[in-house]
């Protein structure tokens, strides 16, 4: 609980730096307003040159419920030797939930 809780005031914060990267390379002054298509290519390339790895927004409602799904691929905290179906970790449930909330002005729930 307390990575989670790390990883929600992290996300919160690191929000505000995305917000000012998308402004700088995708001209968007708000990422709430911007289209999926333009958010979601600007997250992934945040994230690849910020080093976390591969990141794509799947906007199509393949996810669960017919929701949008984020899927990391080569991503940073990934531990291949481990035998679990798909890697996760408390903290980046945590960010993303605080970032994602931020974008969408309410609080969001994440599952990884």
Same mark, same amino acid.
Do not use: I, K, N
């Given at each position: ?29 708000? @990422?709430?307003? =911007?289209?999926?298509? *333009?958010? /979601?290519?600007?997250? #992934? ?5 910020? &080093? ?11 996810g669960a419920h017919g929701l949008p799904t984020l899927r990391a691929t080569r991503w940073f905290e990934v531990e291949p030797e481990?035998?679990? @179906?798909?890697? =996760?970790?408390?903290? *980046?449930? /945590?960010?993303?939930? #605080? ?5 969408? &002005? ?7």
């Open positions: 609980a307390r990575l989670r809780d790390a990883g929600f005031e992290a996300g919160r914060a690191l929000y505000d730096d995305f917000a000012a990267w998308m402004a700088d390379r995708a001209g968007v002054e708000d @990422p709430s307003r =911007a289209s999926l298509a *333009t958010f /979601g290519a600007s997250l #992934g390339a945040y994230a690849a040159a910020h &080093g976390w790895g591969t990141l794509e927004l799947e906007a199509d409602g393949a481990r035998a679990a @179906p798909y890697p =996760a970790c408390h903290f *980046t449930t /945590g960010l993303l939930a #605080g970032f994602l909330g931020r974008l969408a &002005g309410q609080p969001l729930a994440v599952l990884e």
